[in-house]
Structures are given as structure tokens and as C-alpha cells.
């Protein structure tokens, strides 16, 4: 079992900027990728960015030029540096953990709500 813990939500003015972090621990010898996804409230969870094992990382359109993933491998961290936030930004923040392409674990959610 991977256990995830997610930290850094809140709220914040549009333009502003926010982290979030997400640290594992647990069953972390094996990793494929982590990322970060999000629900807005009546949407469905979307694939907000991620970070392989071997460094190569994806974003979905809406946030290119504004957010970055990065993972520390020593401490078992991934992070999301959220600039220029935007109201449509606003929603709950999941960290997932994959030990393989079809296995997951998932964090307990954080709350980043952007005002306008």
C-alpha cells in the first residue's frame, strides 16, 4: 500500500499563485508516475499533470505556461506549482500514485478555490 498526503490548498485571488505538495510513503519502491487531477464541483475528475519515472512530464492544455510538476525522488514528493490562477481553477486537488500504468493510489483531496 501507498499511503499519499496532500498539503498547500486554499484560497487565493485570481493572478495569484499556490503549491501544492504531496508526499508518499509506504509501498514506494516502484513507481511508474505521479501526478496531480482535480474535480470542480458537477464535472468529472480531470488529469491535471504528470510526472514518469524517468522525468518526462505532461499538462493538461488549460494549464500549460502556468503550472509545473516537479517530484523529488529522496523524499518521495510531488509537487504543483500553480501561477496565474484562474477562477475556472477552482476546484478539489487529488495527488495519484502509480505503481504501474493500470494501479493507483490516490490522496484525500485538497481544496483550491480561486476568487475573481
Known amino acids: 500500500q501507498v499511503q499519499l498526503v496532500e498539503s498547500g490548498g486554499g484560497l487565493v485571488q485570481a493572478g495569484g499563485s499556490l503549491r501544492l505538495s504531496c508526499a508518499a510513503s509506504?509501498?514506494?519502491?516502484?513507481?511508474?508516475?505521479m501526478g496531480w487531477f482535480r474535480q470542480a464541483p458537477g464535472k468529472e475528475r480531470e488529469l491535471v499533470a504528470s510526472?514518469?519515472?524517468?522525468?518526462?512530464?505532461y499538462y493538461t492544455d488549460s494549464v500549460k505556461g502556468r503550472f509545473t510538476i516537479s517530484r523529488d525522488n529522496a523524499k518521495n514528493t510531488v509537487d504543483l506549482q500553480m501561477n496565474s490562477l484562474k477562477p475556472e481553477d477552482t476546484a478539489v486537488y487529488y495527488c495519484?500514485?502509480?505503481?504501474?500504468?493500470?494501479?493507483?493510489?490516490w490522496g484525500q483531496g485538497t481544496q483550491v478555490t480561486v476568487s475573481s
Open positions: 509506504g509501498r514506494t519502491f516502484r513507481l511508474y508516475a
Open positions: 510526472i514518469y519515472s524517468g522525468g518526462r512530464t
Open positions: 495519484q500514485y502509480r505503481e504501474t500504468s493500470d494501479s493507483a493510489y
